[in-house]
């Protein structure tokens, strides 16, 4: 599982044999949130985040998906098709 994007003590990763919709697992301390990227037309949304990520950081979270979304969407489709 590749680490995409590291911002801010977060950490954004890909898994290589995931399945659609096209999302990321965003990481930081013991917190996950997982994270739809959207496309062109449709903006990142929460699928879930674990109870070790605090509402702030899951929001930024988001906020990092969408800040970054085409450049994260081109890594999925690179690795998915």
């Given amino acids: 599982m590749p680490t995409i994007l590291r911002k801010g003590g977060f950490e954004v990763r ?8 096209a999302h990321v697992h965003v990481f930081k301390g013991g917190g996950e949130a997982k994270i739809n990227i959207g496309d062109e037309n449709l903006a990142p949304e929460w699928v879930w985040v674990s109870p070790g990520m605090s ?4 929001v930024k979270a988001l906020q990092l998906v ?12 690179e690795y998915h098709g």
Avoid at 55 to 58: L, V
């Fill in 66 to 77: 969408a800040d970054h979304q085409l450049e994260l969407l081109k890594k999925w489709r």
């Fill in 55 to 58: 509402n702030k950081d899951a």
């Fill in 14 to 21: 890909i898994y290589l044999n995931d399945h659609i919709p």
